[in-house]
């Protein structure tokens, strides 16, 4: 996860797709890096799945989210991850289980496909929580 620490660090602008397992796996490896990042104004999206999460991840997001150009939404519905850098690179992996094959790319097609992926998921979810819990409206 090294590959992502100093791109996260740096980053003025970042987007993540990211399933329940993956977003426990960045937010336990990658915290500091997300939190200088958005200590420093960047602005940092997530969607991840509306499920419980590790309670050190609910706890570590709860402190991230004081941070205003901090979001997350609780509406993916798949096991796809995309982190969408600086609007200039990409990392996209398959979660399947066992492990996390990935593909990092600055490729101009791959990172339009991604940012439009990320961008319609993004739209399509009305709901943008502290938490991870549904509301009625959600459900």
């Given amino acids: 996860m090294s590959r992502l620490e100093k791109p996260i660090t740096t980053a003025h602008n970042c987007e993540m797709m990211l399933p329940k397992n993956t977003l426990n796996f960045i937010i336990f490896n990658l915290y500091e890096a997300l939190e200088t990042a958005a200590s420093k104004n960047a602005k940092i999206q997530i969607i991840t799945q509306k499920t419980n999460l590790n309670p050190t991840t609910e706890r570590k997001i709860t402190k991230l989210t004081t941070y205003p150009n901090f979001e997350i939404k609780y509406n993916l519905t798949n096991e796809i991850s995309i982190i969408i850098l600086n609007q200039e690179e990409v990392n ?9 094959p990935n593909l990092w790319t600055n490729n101009p097609q791959i990172l339009k496909l991604s940012q439009t992926t990320f961008k319609t998921q993004w739209n399509n979810t009305t709901t943008n929580q502290n938490n991870n819990n549904p509301t009625e409206e959600e459900e």
Avoid: H, K, M, V
Wanted: glycine fraction near 22%; aromatic fraction near 0%; proline fraction near 0%.
């Fill in 92 to 100: 996209i992996g398959l979660t399947d289980g066992n492990e996390i």
